[in-house]
């Protein structure tokens, strides 16, 4: 069976202050991870894949096979980060979700 | 204009009856999928598809039903048997279960009253 656990429902923090959105997954597999963002009254779609290795949106995550997790990750919050994140964990064939977390900018 | 369209944005259903939602693409792309999302409960994989005719359940597949006879087109049915419809549900489709990338519909939300 595959897992992924978003720990947090929302998380609040100051702008300019750093972000760290946490994931961890189960699985038996090599998974491949990825963030998934929702902005107000916008699609879901996808922001990073851990095999890219790529910042985004000055968003970075690392996928630690140790210790089984993808965090996302951002040094300096802004107020247009503020949507609903998601963690993906890609399996055989399907992909599972996260419950989400809201981060909330604040001014 | 390339992408996913899901209708109708918003649907009312009475108990007891069976309702489908529509969901078409224009991507080009081999598999779809339907997702339901509840609050605090993230996306739920209801069915998905990787080729045209072929179809497999998800995590959440009973009191629904999918078919695929057109690659485009992916066609969820709600039926009586699901005892918690009202919900929000996603639409989602990536080039190949290899190419791993999910597009995403607006959504469709059903009421049950």
């Known amino acids: 069976a595959q897992r992924v656990t978003q720990p947090e429902k929302l998380l609040s923090v100051f702008k300019g202050a750093p972000v760290e959105l946490k994931c961890n997954y189960s699985?038996?597999?090599?998974?491949?991870l990825f963030w998934y963002v929702q902005y107000s009254r916008q699609r879901l779609q996808l922001l990073l894949r851990?095999?890219s290795r790529e910042s985004i949106k000055g968003f970075t995550a690392d996928l630690n096979k140790g210790e089984t997790s993808f965090h996302l990750k951002k040094p300096f919050a802004q107020e247009e980060d503020s949507a609903m994140y998601y963690c993906?964990?890609?399996?055989?064939?399907?992909?599972?979700f996260g419950i989400g977390t809201k981060l909330q900018v604040i001014p | 204009d390339g992408g996913i369209t899901q209708s109708p944005k918003y649907l009312f259903r009475k108990e007891g009856q069976n309702v489908t939602l529509s969901c078409e693409q224009n991507?080009?792309?081999?598999?779809m999928y339907w997702y339901r999302q509840d609050p605090g409960q993230g996306l739920r994989l209801i069915y998905y598809?990787?080729?045209?005719?072929?179809?497999q359940k998800g995590d959440i597949a009973e009191g629904y039903s999918v078919s695929r006879e057109k690659k485009e087109s992916f066609p969820l049915t709600v039926t009586s048997a699901q005892k918690n419809p009202t919900a929000f549900y996603l639409c989602?489709?990536?080039?190949?279960?290899?190419?791993?990338?999910?597009?995403f519909g607006e959504g469709s939300r059903l009421t049950v009253l």
């Open positions: 989602a489709s990536s080039l190949a279960t290899s190419v791993r990338e999910l597009f």
């Open positions: 699985y038996s597999g090599s998974p491949e």
């Open positions: 851990h095999i």
């Open positions: 993906a964990l890609w399996g055989y064939q399907k992909v599972t």
């Open positions: 991507l080009n792309h081999d598999a």
């Open positions: 598809s990787q080729i045209v005719n072929d179809f």
